[in-house]
């Protein structure tokens, strides 16, 4: 009895640790964030420190020269894009009204329903009110404001990703040998020396492998939409880039953003609705063929543990959770696959389907050494 007592006990305990870490991993995003995305950084990068370092280039160089070409690439993207994006800024009302006006016939339903309500609500407001309300209305930043606080935010956590990474990749292999001697047994080296391997280099090839598909995708994007005639394309693909790594609901962000930006830039509605279609039909191409084609045979996860991966981080810390989530999740189903203990979170977060025959004709064998 006292023992089911104190497993239970234990099991509450389990619990409330593990909603302490998600309360915890809540209202530390700033500070978690950038760590997170350091340690990533620092293991998709780690075989090319190797391989640098077999050419007879040391890891702290090796670490400079690749954080440095990481660090000029997204500064030379960033200056391409920023200006667009501020002048967009101002011209988000005008671009509305110009929408607005060319979906006027889809449009008036929604305004009709719209003005009957507030006529109910103005005529429930005269009978019920004993006098006028007085109605304080808090004035909210612009959104170039809003815009340039995102930046400066985004930019703050990328330099410290960057920094952390650099540190890292420079180290060499200093923590895993750390990593390693913190274990007392041989076996217990051995098998932490391997999971952490493993993590890199599944990490690092997934990663890789998805920047380069969405590299690609984002310069077939903005190919298409330059043939199209549609103002700016290379933001566009920019933009193609960046979703792209956000699993489901990345081609969708992008398709809507770039189908309202051509109905605002071009005459025809028929010819902008081709945009939209035409990013659609990239990105489904790319992500039901390529992607499954190239990255399936290294990234074998459950489809269902991915989606509910992306929606919870998505809720936990927005879009940069959702970026981050899936890469968490190849580390995390390494680690269930090199520690006996989580074997059975890391048989469902596989993609494969179990065989039943085979482990029903295992089991006598297993019984074997009992008899």
């Given at each position: 009895m006292i023992l089911k007592d104190i497993a239970a006990i234990r099991r509450l305990l389990e619990v409330l640790v593990l909603i302490a870490l998600f309360v915890t991993a809540y209202f530390a995003k700033d500070l978690l964030l950038p760590i997170l995305l350091g340690f990533i950084i620092a293991l998709t990068l780690s075989p090319l420190i190797r391989s640098l370092e077999k050419l007879g280039i040391a890891p702290p160089l090796g670490a400079v020269m690749l954080i440095g070409l990481v660090g000029l690439v997204i500064f030379v993207l960033a200056g391409l894009s920023a200006g667009t994006v501020a002048t967009w800024a101002d011209d988000i009302p005008s671009m509305g009204n110009e929408i607005r006006r060319k979906l006027q016939g889809w449009v008036q339903t929604v305004e009709n329903v719209r003005s009957a309500t507030e006529q109910v609500e103005q005529i429930t407001a005269e009978n019920g009110g004993n006098g006028a309300a007085e109605e304080v209305v808090v004035k909210q930043p612009g959104l170039l404001n809003n815009a340039m606080t995102a930046g400066a935010r985004i930019g703050g956590t990328v330099a410290v990703a960057l920094v952390l990474a650099l540190f890292l990749l420079a180290s060499g292999d200093m923590f895993y040998l750390k990593l390693v001697q913190s274990f007392q047994t041989f076996t217990g080296k051995k098998r932490a020396?391997?999971?952490?391997?493993?993590?890199?280099?599944?990490?690092?090839?997934?990663?890789?492998?998805?920047?380069?598909?969405?590299?690609?995708?984002?310069?077939?994007?903005?190919?298409?939409?330059?043939?199209?005639?549609?103002?700016?394309?290379?933001?566009?693909?920019?933009?193609?880039?960046?979703?792209?790594?956000?699993?489901?609901?990345?081609?969708?962000?992008?398709?809507?953003?770039?189908?309202?930006?051509?109905?605002?830039?071009?005459?025809?509605?028929?010819?902008?609705?081709?945009?939209?279609?035409?990013?659609q039909i990239l990105t489904g191409v790319e992500g039901q063929f390529i992607t499954p084609y190239l990255v399936g045979r290294r990234l074998e996860l459950n489809t269902v543990a991915v989606f509910l991966t992306v929606v919870f981080w998505g809720w936990l810390w927005g879009i940069a959770g959702a970026l981050v989530a899936v890469p968490f999740l190849v580390v995390f189903k390494v680690i269930c696959e090199n520690v006996t203990a989580l074997n059975m979170i890391g048989h469902f977060l596989d993609k494969s389907s179990p065989d039943i025959t085979a482990t029903a004709a295992d089991e006598p064998a297993a019984e074997k050494p009992g008899a």
């Open positions: 020396l391997k999971a952490v391997y493993d993590v890199e280099r599944r990490v690092s090839r997934y990663l890789l492998t998805i920047t380069i598909i969405n590299a690609g995708l984002g310069i077939s994007v903005g190919l298409y939409l330059f043939a199209l005639g549609l103002p700016v394309p290379y933001v566009w693909g920019l933009a193609a880039f960046l979703l792209n790594f956000l699993p489901y609901i990345g081609g969708v962000i992008g398709a809507v953003l770039v189908g309202a930006y051509a109905i605002a830039s071009f005459d025809s509605l028929g010819y902008a609705i081709l945009a939209p279609i035409g990013y």
